[in-house]
């Protein structure tokens, strides 16, 4: 079974500080993905990224940048200089090679506040 | 840019009544699912779709709940008899890539409301 913990639940912040969003992900698989997804006021989805298991390597875009480490079965999310329109629910996503389910976990509330 | 949609954007519905909810995805993708997400919870797995038929669900997914795709285009959730406990925000998404790690594209999701 798999299950994804985003243990923060809500976080505030003010403009300008740097936020970071932990998950903690279970899976028996080795092959897997992970995603980050962000849910702004209007509610839909917004995709941010995929990481596949094989690849460690930190990505860093624009103000986000995300930390995967294996060993702590982790994908952290981390917004730099936070601004207002980052203020949404942010979740973190699992699924295996084999299916196409997404296990997503409960996601972060992030207010960030001007 | 191409996109799933969703019709209707908010449907309101009686208890006990059927329901129907449309999306189309994106015109490229082969597989298709259903998620749901109720008020202020996480999003759950309801189903996904290939070649026609179910490849995955989950224990939300009972006899209630059933899945279509009547043409090309479009891809159906259908709630038989809904209950209070089906009000929740539906998402339909779309992927391209047979294997596990393809992106889903969601729709902008449907508000049901059950009274």
């Known amino acids: 079974a798999q299950k994804v913990t985003q243990a923060q639940t809500e976080i505030s912040v003010v403009e300008k500080e740097d936020v970071t969003l932990d998950c903690v992900y279970e899976t028996r698989d080795t092959t897997y993905y992970l995603f980050w997804y962000k849910q702004p006021p209007s509610g839909e989805l917004v995709f941010l990224i995929r990481?596949?298991?094989?690849?460690?390597q930190n990505e860093i875009s624009g103000r986000y940048s995300w930390n995967f480490q294996k060993s702590t079965s982790s994908f952290n999310f981390t917004i730099t200089a936070s601004q207002v329109v980052d203020s949404a629910v942010y979740f973190c996503?699992?699924?295996?090679?084999?299916?196409?389910?997404?296990?997503f976990g409960g996601g972060t509330r992030l207010m960030v506040k001007p | 840019e191409p996109e799933v949609t969703q019709t209707p954007s908010h449907q309101v519905t009686q208890m006990g009544q059927e329901v129907i909810l449309r999306c189309v995805p994106i015109s490229n993708h082969l597989y298709f699912y259903w998620y749901r997400q109720i008020l202020g919870q996480k999003v759950e797995f309801l189903v996904s779709f290939y070649n026609n038929e179910i490849s995955e669900k989950s224990e939300i997914f009972d006899d209630q709940f059933s899945v279509e795709r009547p043409d090309g285009s479009n891809f159906t959730l259908k709630i038989r008899s809904t209950k209070l406990e089906d009000s929740a925000m539906y998402f339909c998404?779309?992927?391209?890539?047979?294997?596990?790690?393809?992106?889903?594209?969601f729709g902008p999701g449907t508000r049901l409301t059950v009274l």
């Open positions: 990481r596949n298991s094989f690849d460690e």
């Open positions: 996503a699992l699924v295996n090679n084999a299916g196409n389910m997404l296990t």
């Open positions: 998404a779309s992927s391209e890539e047979v294997a596990g790690g393809g992106e889903q594209f």
